[in-house]
């Protein structure tokens, strides 16, 4: 899967504020998400986000 800084993602499981759309900060081994409800960051294995990956809400190259 393909993911990019900057892709808007939405994931199975919500954030404990409620919102499931997270911005990616950062791509490798782990992955830094931001949420896009409370702005919190939380890092996350790639296995984790290829896992629990519903879809994309916005990609990084429609800008």
Do not use: T, Y
């Not at 997270?22 to 896992?51: A, H, N, P």
């Not at 916005?58 to 800008?63: G, I, M, N, R, T």
Request: aromatic share 8%; hydrophobic share 35%; with cysteine.
């Amino acid at each position: 899967m393909e993911f990019q800084i900057g892709d808007i993602i939405k994931m199975k499981k919500q954030h404990p504020c409620g919102e499931n759309q997270w911005e990616i900060l950062r791509v490798g081994m782990d992955f830094r998400l931001k949420c896009q409800g409370c702005g919190r960051q939380v890092m996350v294995s790639r296995k984790s986000v290829e896992k629990n990956f519903r879809g994309f809400i916005k990609k990084a190259c429609e800008e």
